[in-house]
């Protein structure tokens, strides 16, 4: 059952979510440019853009003020720590829309591939839709290094997880209201880990993912710690893969309890 059909005539609603930390010198830019497409090409959605400054100190949260006071389809949270997943967390879950994404504000998937996102979960019956840069029709402009560590990671994934999806990181993606309400609070990790973690819950509890090929050019001023946030996301996957097996033990033990 499609979200339409669970609402009849009533329009969709769509909260277009994105996260920033220091972006003060690019927001203004990639909200314009949100704006322009959503205007053009999501008549039939109503619509509104949730910019989430999470701890920035470089006046970020200002241009997004200047923003929200401008538009009466923007609007603005600051929170004052630091974490794209704790961003996602907030937007999300505070949000009432019936279908939630983000981005990141560098653009680096190109925006005509939103319409399938949304799509996925508002028409066709998908709980959560993912851009992939690692499906063979996905035009990807990235350094080897990043192109490199991208794919062990997702091997990493298939191989202590089991996933099935293709491309856990991408920064482009969306989500049902009923998910959102039943994943999210399930998931532990803050930061970078976060998409990882709600992907991996939606599998393995039956929800359904839909893959998304897309363009994607690398920001050559993205500002993730590449050897960092790759070993937090090892150490997520360890972790998660622990708690997933002892969440299947004890439910085996309490069937056999109950048997």
């Not at 200047?66 to 907030?90: C, E, M, P, Y």
């Not at 001023?221 to 893969?241: M, P, Q, Y």
Request: with cysteine; aromatic share 8%; glycine share 6%.
């Amino acid at each position: 059952m499609t979200i339409q059909d669970n609402q009849g005539a009533a329009p969709i609603t769509v909260d277009v979510v994105i996260p920033v930390l220091n972006e003060a010198h690019v927001l203004e830019k990639s909200v314009q440019t949100v704006r322009g497409f959503l205007n053009q090409n999501f008549t039939d959605y109503e619509w509104r853009i949730v910019i989430v400054d999470n701890g920035s100190t470089d006046g970020t949260d200002q241009v997004g003020l200047r923003l929200s006071d401008l538009f009466s389809d923007v609007h603005l949270i600051h929170l004052t720590q630091k974490g794209r997943g704790r961003a996602l967390r907030h937007a999300w879950m505070q949000s009432k829309a019936d279908v939630v994404c983000y981005m990141d504000v560098d653009l680096s998937t190109d925006l005509s591939f939103l319409p399938a996102l949304i799509g996925a979960i508002a028409h066709n019956g998908y709980d959560v839709a993912t851009g992939s840069r690692l499906m063979k029709e996905s035009k990807i402009k990235r350094s080897l290094n990043r192109e490199i560590i991208s794919r062990c990671y997702n091997l990493l994934l298939k191989a202590i997880l089991f996933t099935r999806f293709s491309d856990a990181q991408c920064g482009f993606k969306a989500v049902s209201r009923k998910a959102v309400d039943r994943i999210v609070p399930q998931i532990v990790d803050q930061s970078w880990f976060f998409d990882t973690e709600l992907l991996v819950l939606a599998q393995k509890q039956g929800y359904r993912i839909k893959d998304i090929p897309i363009v994607w050019i690398e920001d050559d001023d993205s500002r993730v710690k590449i050897a960092r946030t790759a070993w937090d996301d090892i150490k997520g996957v360890f972790r998660l893969r622990w708690q997933l097996w002892r969440g299947f033990a004890q439910a085996h033990e309490v069937s056999r309890e109950e048997s």
